[in-house]
T-cell receptor, first 110, second 112 residues
Framework: DGGITQSPKYLFRKEGQNVTLSCEQN?????MYWYRQDPGQGLRLIYY???????QKGDIAEGYSVSREKKESFPLTVTSAQKNPTAFYLC?????????FGDGTRLSIL | GESVGLHLPTLSVQEGDNSIINCAYS??????FIWYKQESGKGPQFIID?????DKRQGQRVTVLLNKTVKHLSLQIAATQPGDSAVYFC???????????FGGGTRLMVKP
């Protein structure tokens, strides 16, 4: 089945630790996105990539990093510089139409 | 599952009734609009979209209405079912790419 797979579903981070969230898509979409969702709020854009080997900062990129070495993969690293990382992280992809989302990774602090 | 939004506006309807969820968008240059449904602990799911050259579009049990004059978008769900209970987001696109700006969401609760 075509779709977007995010892993892991739940992730715990220790203080001072970097963690990486995985996002893989087999929809052959050029564009991929990372959003953060906090309770009571909509989705806020962290980073996006319109094409392989290129990515741009979104509205809340500080404390995050990404790479786009392959079309199907867009991993997000939450660095220790992100002081409030507890949130629900959503990955999406698109090609000329609506964005399609994975089922998210919930990140918590130990 | 996890709660998507603890303080979202909530619409409570009786099973079988019609639901209307509203969204005010911000950018008069937006030309593409999408409604998403998000169930607890899951990612948003595409429901229906509409371009600015239309004012109405219908899907299966859903209708989206667009009023560009007042920058208002609505989602109508006919014969609402318990499985429709979720948080609904509108999103707008105002650039030539696929960038979306999301609204804050409305929680729909369906009473049996």
């Amino acid at each position: 089945d075509g779709g977007i797979t995010q892993s892991p579903k739940y992730l715990f981070r220790k203080e001072g630790q970097n963690v990486t969230l995985s996002c893989e898509q087999n929809l052959n979409h050029d564009a991929m996105y990372w959003y953060r969702q906090d309770p009571g709020q909509g989705l806020r854009l962290i980073y996006y990539s319109q094409i392989v080997n290129d990515f741009q900062k979104g509205d809340i990129a500080e404390g995050y990093s990404v790479s786009r070495e392959k079309k199907e993969s867009f991993p997000l690293t939450v660095t220790s510089a992100q002081k409030n990382p507890t949130a629900f992280y959503l990955c999406a992809s698109s090609f000329r139409g609506p964005q399609h989302f994975g089922d998210g990774t919930r990140l918590s602090i130990l | 599952g996890e709660s998507v939004g603890l303080h979202l506006p909530t619409l409570s309807v009786q099973e079988g009734d019609n639901s209307i969820i509203n969204c005010a968008y911000s950018n008069s240059a937006s030309d593409y609009f999408i409604w998403y449904k998000q169930e607890s602990g899951k990612g948003p799911q595409f429901i229906i979209d509409i371009r600015s050259n239309m004012d109405k579009r219908q899907g299966q049990r859903v209708t989206v209405l667009l009023n560009k004059t007042v920058k208002h978008l609505s989602l109508q769900i006919a014969a609402t079912q318990p499985g429709d209970s979720a948080v609904y987001f509108c999103a707008e696109n105002s650039d030539s790419g696929n960038m979306l700006t999301f609204g804050g969401g409305t929680r729909l609760m369906v009473k049996p």
